[in-house]
């Protein structure tokens, strides 16, 4: 099961209500200790530059904020039964503090964290893996919140290791193939 982000919160709830069904965990970025997910605020619908301003905080590098994903973002919040969904999910996110259900999951997790995330901080990393009895954090450089689509090599090679260490040879193969 791999989480990023509001992703990472919903795959940790579901682990813990479920932990019979998930035999290993990635979270990246993951939101369920400390929620930032906005930078303290929501997006204004009309105004394209504040969505531009969030998006960009998303990267290190900034030219990871193209103007085809501020366009899916900017859509986004204008599309109002979006918008209802991702802020119901947020606010379950900031309800629903994971810290407690944490050290009771006995599955393999993998962390994946940009060092520059600034919405899911390094601090945030190291909670997760002390929390997390079976955890390995793997940090990501020149990298903040999405380092999938900001490192996607690094990001797949730490992954497919980890995957083949963790649940065979088979597996690694489904990782390269789907990143």
């Not at 940009?114 to 997760?128: N, Y």
């Not at 689509?149 to 980890?162: H, S």
Request: net charge negative; charged share 25%.
């Amino acid at each position: 099961l791999l989480g990023n982000s509001l992703g990472g919160h919903v795959a940790l709830v579901y682990a813990s209500r479920h932990p019979e069904r998930v035999k290993a965990m990635v979270l990246t970025a993951s939101s369920g200790l400390y929620e930032n997910a906005f930078g303290g605020s929501f997006p204004r619908r009309e105004d394209k530059e504040f969505i531009r301003r969030k998006v960009a905080l998303t990267f290190h590098d900034p030219k990871f904020a193209t103007d085809e994903l501020v366009e899916e973002c900017y859509e986004t919040v204008n599309d109002k039964g979006r918008l209802i969904r991702i802020l119901s999910l947020a606010k379950s996110a900031i309800r629903h503090n994971m810290a407690k259900e944490l050290p009771k999951m006995t599955m393999p997790v993998c962390l994946i964290w940009g060092r520059q995330d600034t919405i899911t901080p390094p601090e945030v990393a190291e909670e997760f893996h002390a929390l997390l009895p079976h955890s390995e954090l793997h940090w990501i450089d020149a990298c903040a919140h999405a380092p999938m689509m900001e490192q996607p090599e690094q990001f797949n090679a730490l992954l497919g290791t980890w995957l083949e260490r963790t649940l065979g040879p088979s597996s690694a193969g489904h990782a390269h193939a789907a990143g």
